[in-house]
Structures are given as C-alpha cells and as structure tokens.
C-alpha cells in the first residue's frame, strides 16, 4: 500500500499547489491545457451536487469487488491496481470533504475532459485489475 500513499500524496500535493496559486495556468500545446478547475459533478460534469455521495457509494463498490476477488491480491496486477484505485479514489473523496463537494482538476485535455492525477490513477488502476481478473480467468 505504499504506492497507494505516495500516489495519493503526489495527487494531493498538485492539488494544493494550484488551489494556493502556487502553479499558473498553462497551455503545453493547442490540446493539453494545465488550470485550476472545481468540479462539483463526476466525470464529464454529470451527476452534479451528488459527486460526495456517489464517490462514496462507488468507493464501497470496490470494497466490495475486492472482497469477492480477493485472490487478486496475489498478483502484482492485482497490488498495482488496487493501490492506484484506492489512491485515486481517496484523493477524490478528500477534495469533495475539503472543497465543499467539488473536486479540484488542473488536466485539460480540449477535446476531450478536464481531470486530475486521481482520476488517471482510478483508470490505470482499473486496468490493471481487470487484466488480473482475465489473466486469473486464463490459469484456472
């Protein structure tokens, strides 16, 4: 769970920089924009005024999930996204208590959302899991 620790760390530590005004907005190329944004929905802006409770509710579903598959755990892709998962999921539900139910994002991909280290580590995580779980699928 160290990585967990340090991702959640490394998201958060961003986080406080751009909120303090530590970090100015940038634009690295035409697509791929850095700024402080608060966003009080989920992902794409849905759901929002509710992000807190369906943080939440999606963190006890991965609770959950590992209890079922908890034979992932023995894999390194199992570790690796269960550390990247809860990291990213923390980090969310730290900001959403912090900053009134918002999320701080300072990722602008134009074409596509806006988004912070946390939700990278939610997806990587993700990934990993589920090739755990197909790669769990393949050895029985």
């Known amino acids: 769970m160290i990585l967990a620790v340090v991702a959640l760390l490394v998201d958060q530590v961003v986080k406080t920089l751009y909120v303090g005004g530590y970090v100015v907005s940038a634009e690295l190329l035409s697509w791929l924009k850095f700024g402080l944004v608060y966003n009080t929905g989920l ?19 991965f609770l959950y999930f590992l209890w079922i ?4 755990l023995k894999s390194g892709n199992g570790w690796l996204g269960v550390g990247l ?13 912090i900053y009134s139910g918002a ?11 806006v988004f912070n280290l946390a939700d990278v580590y939610i997806v ?10 197909v790669c769990r699928g393949e050895k029985k």
């Open 43 to 61: 992902a794409f802006g849905l759901g929002r005024g509710y992000g807190l409770i369906i943080s939440v509710a999606g963190f006890i579903v």
């Open 69 to 72: 598959y908890r034979d992932l």
């Open 85 to 97: 998962v809860t990291a990213g999921a923390l980090s969310n539900i730290i900001d959403r208590l």
């Open 103 to 113: 999320v701080v994002d300072y990722i602008d991909v134009t074409f596509y959302s």
């Open 124 to 133: 990587v995580g993700v990934i990993f899991l589920m090739l755990g779980v």
